[in-house]
């Protein structure tokens, strides 16, 4: 019996040979039609033939506009416009510094950048608030402290009038 089973096996080694010896053949021709091919296209299949590998590359698109639509304020316009407010007229809130847009530019900033501005500002020592009223530090303080006790009666026996105005522009 161990004569018929390394017949059988030597069969079947010699027959995986063969088709492994067509596979390599069919293989080479393959790979020279291939060559062929590309040199006697000129090149133009070339790029066909590196298209069809991995990804395909990506195009470059222009920037999308933001989903709402909306412009944006310039960088480092929003610090410059509220120093530029508060060197004006110190002791003013955000709404009050808002207001003071007026140029497109300056309309372009929103509310909630001026208090992160104000707020970040104040961490830094470059603004101060008193009673939610924001000024210069160091020089501006002093003249803005001046001028907040100087307003301080006024705005005490007319705060209700004045919170009124500004409360029906908003």
Do not use: C, H
């Not at 309309?107 to 924001?134: A, F």
């Amino acid at each position: 019996m161990p004569n018929i089973a390394k017949s059988k096996e030597a069969k079947l080694s010699a027959l995986i040979a063969e088709i492994e010896s067509a596979a390599y053949e069919r293989g080479k021709e393959d790979a020279k039609k291939e060559i062929l091919d590309l040199l006697g296209s000129g090149g133009a299949q070339l790029t066909r033939a590196r298209a069809t590998r991995g990804r395909p590359p990506k195009k470059a698109e222009p920037k999308a506009r933001r989903a709402s639509g909306r412009k944006r304020a310039p960088k480092g316009s929003v610090p410059r416009f509220v120093e530029q407010a508060l060197s004006d007229q110190p002791g003013l809130t955000p709404p009050e510094i808002l207001a003071r847009a007026a140029t497109d530019m300056e309309r372009l900033i929103k509310l909630p950048s001026i208090r992160t501005e104000l707020r970040n500002g104040g961490k830094q020592g470059k603004y101060e608030s008193n009673d939610g009223r924001w000024s210069l530090a160091g020089s501006g303080s002093a003249s803005g402290e001046a001028g907040s006790s100087a307003a301080s009666p006024g705005s005490e026996s007319g705060g209700g009038e004045g919170g009124g105005t500004a409360s029906s522009t908003w």
